[in-house]
């Protein structure tokens, strides 16, 4: 296993209930030897974020002690020995819906529409800390994206926002020089 990891203890913010984020010293995480680990670089703050702060989100259940946080960008700082594909020092974006792969929605190659969905922060811990811990089915699926070592992790943390924007765009259709009016559409359509 490659390591380049400076301390076995991060910073790290924790759900314990609505309205309840507590900044936490914990454990680095570990990782099996087909998943990876990331030092988050940049990370944003999402609607999603939001609902789960406010403790309206099906995925976060009472009793639910979890680390938030899904938009990110980071460094891959170790992998284990059955990782291919992605290198250790590598700059990422992480894709963050990984679908089951069994379902027709992921057969259809819709794995983002997987109702037995994971994605950090939603299911596992997340990038509301220092370090997270990459899945193998993050790294099975190509969920890591490297991004140019010259593009600011800030905006590059703001990929998966943009691309739901892109993805509403190609829906519609829309031409240079229509209007339209987006309602009720949330932080992203703001």
Excluded: W
């Amino acid at each position: 296993m490659n390591n380049h990891i400076v301390s076995d203890q991060m910073l790290a913010a924790v759900y314990y209930g609505p309205r309840d984020i507590r900044l936490e010293q914990r454990n680095v995480p570990e990782i099996g030897a087909d998943e990876g680990l990331l030092r988050v670089v940049s990370t944003g703050i999402c609607g999603t974020d939001i609902r789960i702060f406010k403790g309206e989100h099906a995925k976060y259940p009472p009793g639910t002690n979890r680390v938030p946080g899904h938009e990110l960008v980071g460094v891959i700082v170790s992998i284990g020995e059955n990782v291919k594909g992605v290198t250790v020092g590598q700059r990422v974006f992480l894709a963050p819906n990984m679908g089951c792969g069994q379902c027709n929605q992921c057969i259809s190659g819709n794995n983002n529409l997987c109702a037995d969905y994971d994605a950090p922060g939603i299911t596992y811990d997340g990038s509301f800390a220092e370090y997270m811990r990459i899945p193998s089915q993050a790294i099975l699926q190509g969920n890591l994206i490297e991004i140019d070592k010259d593009l600011d992790p800030a905006v590059a943390a703001l990929i998966e926002p943009f691309a739901c924007v892109l993805r509403g765009q190609d829906v519609l259709d829309i031409q240079p020089g229509e209007n339209i009016l987006i309602v009720g559409a949330g932080p992203i359509g703001v």
